[in-house]
């Protein structure tokens, strides 16, 4: 699908949703946790990836940034059109303003990566009251849903606790507040 620049599509629960890339302030978050989380996993067998697409069944998302094996192609889907969504161990989403893209990250991509089994998914969102971290895990992938979850408001840290970026902390430097 050729898309104007700014623009990039995703197939989220049968549909294809077209939304703008992030602004400035979506990019210096990402940059950010990128860093950190590359730092934090020196020397293991995984890394962290940046739009890349996640395939699960029939559909598709491009999150933020997931971690992944060190080495793509070790974990393709069926089609070549990106990875396995199963194979994944952690996603992060950093909302961008409006209704459409609260409900795009906090419901229908949360459904997605909880079918697919991805054991943790990281929800960054500037326009949660203040600014909220939450930290979904243990996905029951047959009800799509996410049984433990972990809300932080900005400033306060929020640990995650399990997988290979065991201990990684959301806090103000990534925040920024």
Do not use: W
């Amino acid at each position: 699908m050729d898309l104007p620049d700014g623009l990039r599509a995703e197939i989220i629960e049968e549909s294809i949703e077209v939304s703008p890339t992030g602004r400035r302030r979506h990019a210096v978050l990402i940059h950010r946790l990128r860093k950190a989380l590359e730092a934090h996993l020196k020397g293991s067998d995984f890394d962290v990836y940046q739009d890349f697409n996640l395939v699960h069944g029939r559909k598709v998302c491009i999150p933020d940034l997931f971690i992944g094996p060190e080495d793509p192609e070790d974990i393709p889907d069926e089609e070549g059109l990106g990875v396995d969504a199963t194979r994944v161990v952690l996603v992060v989403e950093v909302v961008s303003p409006g209704r459409d893209a609260h409900q795009r990250d906090h419901e229908r991509k949360r459904r997605f990566y909880a079918t697919a089994g991805i054991p943790t998914y990281v929800i960054v969102d500037d326009y949660d009251n203040d600014g909220m971290v939450t930290v979904l895990t243990e996905p029951d992938s047959g009800k799509g849903i996410y049984a433990a979850e972990t809300h932080a408001p900005y400033g306060k840290r929020v640990v995650v606790q399990d997988g290979p970026a065991k201990l990684f902390t959301f806090d103000t430097k990534i925040t920024g507040a």
